[in-house]
């Protein structure tokens, strides 16, 4: 019988733990707007033809939207006279924060939206002027492609002629296009604006969010504000008046490129570069060290900067953010 003194000694091993990186639930501002410069830039180098595909999904994700709330809101006659901030919200939450989810979830290019993406990338040298033109050349013919070739569909369907007649959804429809797009061209202008910001706002706080509710929760409030509010969008428009001239609608298509379709183009491009991009960058970015350098030659007291050019009183996850990885498409 063995004893046990007899017995092989067992040796020791050392319990071996893992590192994992710690589950971040969003972006802090800094991280975030290296990760959209890194979009940009990623979304800079991509070949016409997917930039032109996926902006034909894109355009007819936001046409479903906008039939979705065209076609219940067209149904609440009764809501819009007696309590017509009411009809507003149900216009605002139903449809276009959709579109826009199925955009930023399922993968899709939306001209507005990559303004904003793209300028970033150029602010930080990841990508130049002419790419992101480029980029935004066939973004915009495949937005126009998608939201047209949906505008077939939707008519196909006949759900808007075949509404009952007093709740009827085609009369709306007809009523919202002829105002929306007589509105002249500097209050469209300044619509323009307001509601790119809004959502290139919404867009933004997506890529913060790191899980599918956090998406869906950041794109939600903007684009329910800018649709109940009455703002103007180019891609959406690009549904929503060509749609209502099919049903009937007085507005030319000249009459829609002038009035509606350039001042859109004006305004949502230049809040998305200027609102966005610039302000992010002039804080955040290579324009933040610009104007720290500038402000150190006049002579003005400025704290200490670190390798990366941001105040050495930052936290290192904000002071490594313009090496980060984190890539979130929109």
Known sequence: MATLDALPPQTEKPIQIEETEPIVAYLSPARLYFAVAKTGADKAREPWWKVFWLGILAGAYLGLGATFYLYVAGQLPTIEKSDPGLQHLVLGAFGLPMGLGLI?????????????????????????????????????????????????????????????????????????????????????????????????????????????FGKLASIFFPVMAFVAIGFDHLVANMFIIPFGMCLGAPITVGHYIVYSMIPTIIGNTASATVMISFSYAMCYGTLADTIRIKLQKAGLP???????????????????????SAHNRI
């Open 104 to 212: 930023v979830i399922s993968g899709a290019e939306l001209y507005t939206a990559n303004c904003a993406y793209l300028a970033a990338a150029v602010f930080e040298g990841k990508a130049t002027a002419w790419s992101m033109v480029y980029h935004l050349f066939f973004c915009f013919w495949g937005n126009l492609a998608g939201s047209l070739l949906l505008v077939g569909f939707v008519l196909g369907t006949k759900l808007f002629e075949a509404a009952p007649a007093d709740t009827t959804a085609l009369i709306y429809t007809v009523e919202y296009v002829e105002i929306k797009a007589t509105a002249g061209f500097r209050h469209v202008l300044a619509k323009a604006f307001l509601c790119n910001w809004l959502v290139c706002l919404a867009c933004y706080q997506s890529a913060a969010a790191q899980d599918v």
């Open 302 to 324: 400025m704290k200490e900067q670190n390798e990366k050019g941001l105040p050495s009183s930052f936290p290192p996850s904000v002071s490594a953010a313009k090496d980060d």
